[in-house]
């Protein structure tokens, strides 16, 4: 297994390798620098490079964006080749041996898990140190995406934790609001508390990209996620205590933003854009009071910026899945594979497999998975037949037209969703059934005429017995013009989305729609009525809170097209 101390070890690695473009031109971290990331990342992934831009607002930091955008930069962030390379090292540590020798010959590997990070008194993130007035954090090139947003948001952030008993850490993101103050959603708090007590807290950037993507794992509450880094590297992270506050940091990390979490102070940054698909109201956060900024010398600034997957964030994801799914068939034996979907983003689409079909399985599972870390976050649950292709959305829609029955098969539950939200989750049961017989709808040729005279050619079918349909009208008519669909194709599931959206861009409309549903609000079932089967009508249409994914303003996207050239692209 191949480790890296800094950030700029890894950098190096992927510059010899091909996989970095270097942006010298002078760029803005004011939208810019996230609409060139959002154009090369949709490159294919050959040209898809890291981009790191060495000039920006005239500062001192470089940004780099797109770190681990595609499957191979993710997997060389882990020291192997393929990210099936990380599962197939947990699998094999969790298998049972065939003798005893078998237990001595993975001992180290067991203990090389079980050792937690090294103290160290002199770390290179203090190389620079700043205090008191010296604390500016716009200094710090920190990025705004586009023009719905008011603050600049930290992301990739290790958010770092202690109550003085206990330390934790998680990936998350943070919300600039002052030279010296930072608004973080209180869903990224371990240690959240209604007390006035402040908590110590860092926000910890860089570092080995192991400890970023351990951050983020879906790990039990008292497994500290640089034990799993520290396995993951083959050797322990170091850690040193931090200047101003009794908590201990990441030695070898970019940057560390040290501080005091005050609870009882709530503040509101605005509309903030989380990938999720939309804009939204970011809603209560705690405030952060800045007590110290350090640095390592020559420190690069790593972002994620939100937009349409894949994208760092969901092969960070990705990674996830690979070394969780040995584990989850040990924890779950029903669960026979798991695939977290991109467009869920991680946290709002999940599919499993299984070949259990015994009564109560299916719930066992969603439950079992609900209740585990992170995953506990899980928006929307799907779960099929083991031999049903995860990772074919076609086919996950196919099994659910043919196999849910909406008033036996959906399991909506209230729970935590992702921004520290409460509302309605939905598991879906679509493991095969003794098939019913077949049901009686209205056909194809008279949908057709009736639908499309009520809203032209605003709809598609994408599935039998399932219409997409794009609805213009102002919110509160958007339940007429369902309805009125409905009445009209009678046997028919609807899924209705903004009229702005592409109807044959299906993965840009799950991104949008899965971010922003409450299946709780949402989501309706109609019994069935004869031999009319019972169906459903979900709403995804936006609300008067919710707004479109953060873009630059149409002048910043004239320029970016202007200077295209000088960034060092080719059209």
């Given at each position: 297994m191949m480790s890296y101390r800094h950030l700029d070890e890894f950098l190096t690695r992927l510059e010899q390798a091909g996989e970095v473009t270097r942006v010298s031109a002078p760029v803005e971290s004011d939208q810019e620098i996230a609409a060139i990331t959002a154009r090369v990342r949709a490159l294919p992934a050959s040209r898809s490079k890291a981009l790191i831009f060495?000039?920006?607002?005239?500062?001192?930091?470089?940004?780099?964006?797109?770190?681990?955008?595609?499957?191979?930069?993710?997997?060389?962030?882990?020291?192997?080749?393929?990210?099936?390379?990380?599962?197939?090292?947990?699998?094999?540590l969790l298998a049972m041996p065939d003798q005893a020798g078998g237990w001595l010959s993975r001992a180290g590997d067991m203990m090389a898990l079980l050792r937690g990070p090294a103290r160290v008194r002199e770390a290179d993130v203090q190389q620079i140190i700043h205090r008191g007035p010296k604390i500016d954090l716009a200094r710090l090139p920190f990025l705004r995406h586009g023009a719905g947003e008011i603050t600049r948001s930290i992301t990739l952030a290790q958010i770092t934790t202690t109550d003085g008993s206990t330390s934790r850490v998680t990936l998350g993101q943070a919300q600039v609001i002052g030279a010296d103050?930072?608004?973080?959603?209180?869903?990224?708090?371990?240690?959240?508390?209604?007390?006035?007590?402040?908590?110590?807290?860092?926000?910890?950037?860089?570092?080995?990209?192991?400890?970023?993507?351990?951050?983020?794992?879906?790990?039990?509450?008292?497994?500290?996620?640089?034990?799993?880094?520290?396995?993951?590297?083959?050797?322990?992270?170091?850690?040193?205590?931090?200047?101003?506050?009794?908590?201990?940091?990441?030695?070898?990390?970019?940057?560390?933003?040290?501080?005091?979490?005050?609870?009882?102070?709530?503040?509101?940054?605005g509309l903030v854009d989380d990938g999720g698909g939309s804009l939204s109201q970011a809603g209560e956060h705690a405030l952060m009071r800045v007590t110290a900024v350090t640095l390592r010398r020559g420190a690069v600034i790593p972002a994620a910026v939100p937009g349409l997957p894949p994208h760092d964030l969901t092969w960070l994801m990705q990674a996830t899945e690979h070394l969780y799914r040995p584990l989850l068939r040990l924890l779950i034996e029903e669960v026979h594979d798991l695939h977290l979907a991109d467009v869920g983003i991680g946290r709002n689409l999940a599919a499993v497999s299984t070949d259990h079909t015994a009564p109560g399985a299916v719930r066992k599972i969603m439950f079992a998975l609900w209740g585990m870390g992170s995953l506990a976050q899980q928006k929307t649950l799907i779960v099929v037949d083991h031999d049903v292709d995860l990772r074919r959305p076609d086919a996950l829609l196919c099994q659910i037209a043919e196999q849910v029955d909406p008033a036996r098969d959906l399991v909506l539950v209230d729970g935590l969703l992702p921004g520290g939200r409460f509302g309605g989750k939905l598991g879906i049961d679509a493991t095969r059934k003794q098939r019913p017989p077949d049901p009686t709808r209205a056909a194809v040729e008279t949908v057709s005429g009736v639908v499309s005279g009520l809203i032209g050619d605003a709809w598609r079918i994408i599935a039998p017995g399932w219409l997409l349909i794009a609805a213009d009208e102002p919110r509160h008519d958007s339940r007429s013009v369902i309805e009125a669909v409905r009445a009209a194709a009678p046997g028919w599931s609807l899924i209705a989305v903004d009229a702005g959206l592409n109807l044959d861009d299906r993965r840009a409309i799950a991104w949008h729609g899965l971010g922003r549903v409450d299946w709780r609000r949402d989501l309706r079932v109609y019994a069935a009525q004869g031999a009319v089967p019972a169906v459903v009508s979900i709403d995804l249409i936006r609300r008067d809170d919710q707004f479109l994914a953060a873009e630059i303003a149409p002048e910043g996207a004239a320029q970016v097209d202007q200077r295209w050239k000088t960034y060092g692209f080719k059209r």
């Open positions: 060495e000039r920006v607002d005239g500062g001192d930091y470089p940004v780099v964006t797109n770190l681990f955008g595609t499957e191979k930069r993710m997997a060389w962030a882990l020291g192997v080749e393929s990210l099936a390379a990380l599962g197939d090292r947990l699998a094999s103050a930072i608004a973080l959603r209180r869903a990224d708090l371990v240690h959240d508390n209604d007390t006035r007590r402040p908590i110590a807290a860092a926000i910890v950037l860089g570092g080995d990209p192991a400890a970023m993507w351990a951050s983020g794992a879906p790990l039990p509450s008292r497994v500290h996620p640089y034990l799993l880094a520290g396995w993951l590297r083959g050797k322990p992270l170091r850690i040193t205590p931090a200047l101003t506050q009794p908590i201990d940091v990441l030695a070898d990390a970019e940057v560390v933003i040290e501080g005091a979490i005050e609870f009882s102070s709530v503040v509101d940054p």
